[in-house]
Antibody
Framework: EVQLLESGGGLVQPGGSLRLSCAAS????????MSWVRQAPGKGLEWVLG????????YYADSVKGRFTISRDNSKNTVYLQMNSLRAEDTAVYYC?????????????WGQGTLVTVSP | DIQMTQSPSSVSASVGDRVTITCRAS??????LAWYQQKPGKAPKLLIY???SLQSGVPSRFSGIGSGTDFTLTISSLQPEDFATYYC?????????FGQGTKVEIK
């Protein structure tokens, strides 16, 4: 059974940093691209970052470019999201999502999400 | 960036109704279009990928059609568990973008 378990969320002050982790199990992690998608309270979904299978190629939304970094450790079956210079508008539930097995640009499994709150 | 526009933003329907949601892309996305269902407090769930392919385990009352810029999700006979918010997502280019969502509510 595919499982994605995010951790690391919490309350942080504006300008602060936080690192989220997403531990994967139930599939061959190194064979799939991964993404982070966020959802501000009461709002829609926003894709923010993606990383290819080997970790050598990353993609960013303009809203987080230069502040957030995605990385992965295939030996630990984990993808990370390093968030720096956090702003109030980064407050959201952050989901990690696995690339689909066939249509690899879509997401077939999602974690349960971890809440990040940026507030003084 | 490719903008995705869903309509309607919300729809009230009864159990057994046929519900159609449309998604329009600001530029062509080929067939790289997915539909997700999200219930309150839960992660999104993939329903349709590549515009018209039904994800494994998803009931056949869900169907998708379209290519290029115009796409449709249809629920042929609405069931109580289908009341949720639905999002389209393009994957033709980065950044991946989602529609604003369509909330399906009980009439």
């Amino acid at each position: 059974e595919v499982q994605l378990l995010e951790s690391g969320g919490g309350l942080v002050q504006p300008g602060g940093s936080l690192r989220l982790s997403c531990a994967a199990s139930g599939f061959t992690f190194r064979a799939y691209a991964m993404s982070w998608v966020r959802q501000a309270p009461g709002k829609g979904l926003e894709w923010v970052l993606g990383i290819n299978e080997g970790g050598g190629t990353t993609y960013y939304a303009d809203s987080v470019k230069g502040r957030f970094t995605i990385s992965r450790d295939n030996s630990k079956n984990t993808v990370y999201l390093q968030m720096n210079s956090l702003r109030a508008e980064d407050t959201a539930v952050y989901y990690c999502a696995k690339a689909h097995g066939i249509a690899t640009r879509h997401f077939d499994y999602w974690g349960q999400g971890t809440l990040v709150t940026v507030s003084p | 960036d490719i903008q995705m526009t869903q309509s309607p933003s919300s729809v009230s329907a009864s159990v057994g109704d046929r519900v159609t949601i449309t998604c329009r892309a600001s530029q062509g996305v080929s067939s790289w279009l997915a539909w997700y269902q999200q219930k309150p407090g839960k992660a999104p769930k993939l329903l349709i990928y590549a515009a018209s392919s039904l994800q494994s385990g998803v009931p056949s009352r869900f169907s998708g059609i379209g290519s290029g810029t115009d796409f449709t999700l249809t629920i042929s006979s609405l069931q109580p568990e289908d009341f949720a918010t639905y999002y389209c997502q393009q994957a033709n280019s980065f950044p991946r973008t989602f529609g604003q969502g369509t909330k399906v509510e009980i009439k």
